[in-house]
């Protein structure tokens, strides 16, 4: 998939997301629905317009997406939601100064829980029980609150294990996200940039994070301790399960680099990327380059 260079060269993509064959770019302008490669990203947000730019950071959608249409989206100046595809949006209260909203993270049981957690840039972490109606802010325990990722366990519903990346380290609740504790990593007060979960944690109790400057972690103890698996100046902004630990992509600044266990190597498919993330059906990675593309890489 392609995307001509709208709406600027430089209006940079922070998030992708497919859905239904379609590429949802969360972008400097605001988000945008790119239905085809032959065809144009339309905005969102072009019958919602409040004052000044709409930097839209993050996105999440309902796994009954288009079924249900409900979109939301992590903005500079809190939550917005849509209930019909992105066609009308509501700005949602969270506290005022409203937050800049930088991350979101869907319960494994959304269809059943309606639970969504957001991070922000300087209030910390917010949970809402309704889908994103209604929120409030939970930050016991956590005294960093410049949060850049969260990631919830794949048995979040049972476990209620949630990580957050933080400005100065990694912090980790054990009851849905109501109260964190920090954990002690080998880079010390270094920003976590991204995090992943193994998708047989259950079983491997493996954790990903990425640093600003001190590569990527491992944790094969549920984040009890940590050791370096890939070790390379720069920063790790995001890391992709393909589909499980044993293969995996990493962006390392605007680089972005495939791992596999069997092969034991990382191999650089892209550079000049701004984001990554994995297709609809796991069989390619999808880049958001720095021209304002969006580009298909095979698997």
């Known amino acids: 998939m392609s995307e001509a260079r709208e709406p600027a060269i430089l209006d940079r993509i922070y998030t992708i997301a497919e859905v239904d064959g379609a590429c949802f770019l969360a972008r400097q302008s605001g988000l945008y629905r790119l239905a085809s490669s032959n065809g144009a990203a339309r905005n969102l947000y072009q019958g919602w317009q409040p004052e000044g730019e709409i930097v839209t950071l993050d996105i999440a959608m309902s796994p009954r997406f288009p079924q249900d249409g409900l979109i939301l989206a992590g903005l500079n100046g809190g939550v917005a939601r849509s209930e019909d595809g992105g066609a009308t949006w509501a700005a949602l209260a969270m506290r005022s100064p409203a937050p800049l909203v930088t991350c979101l993270a869907l319960s494994p049981a959304f269809a059943s829980d309606r639970r969504v957690l957001a991070g922000s840039y300087e209030d ?42 933080t400005s100065s380290g990694l912090y980790r609740s054990v009851n849905g996200g109501r109260l964190w504790q920090d954990l002690t990593m080998p880079a010390g007060d270094e920003a976590v940039l991204s995090l992943a979960f193994s998708p047989e944690y259950a079983d491997d109790r493996t954790i ?28 790790v ?59 298909r890489v095979a698997m």
């Open 124 to 165: 910390g972490i917010f949970l809402s029980d309704d889908a994103g109606q209604g929120w409030a802010a939970f930050n016991f325990g956590l005294f960093d609150h410049k949060i850049f990722c969260l990631a919830l366990s794949p048995d979040y519903p049972v476990d209620g294990v949630v990580m957050a990346g």
């Open 237 to 295: 902004n995001a890391i992709v399960c393909l589909p499980t630990v044993a293969r995996l992509a990493i962006q390392v600044d605007d680089a972005v680099l495939t791992y596999e266990t069997g092969d034991s190597s990382w191999r650089q498919v892209a550079a000049d990327a701004h984001v990554v993330a994995k297709s609809e059906d796991g069989s390619a990675l999808l880049l958001g380059m720095a021209d304002g593309s969006v580009q």
């Open 208 to 235: 990903l994070a990425g640093t600003e400057s001190q590569g990527l972690l491992r944790s094969l103890d549920d984040g009890l301790t940590w050791e370096p698996f890939f070790k390379r100046q720069g920063a």
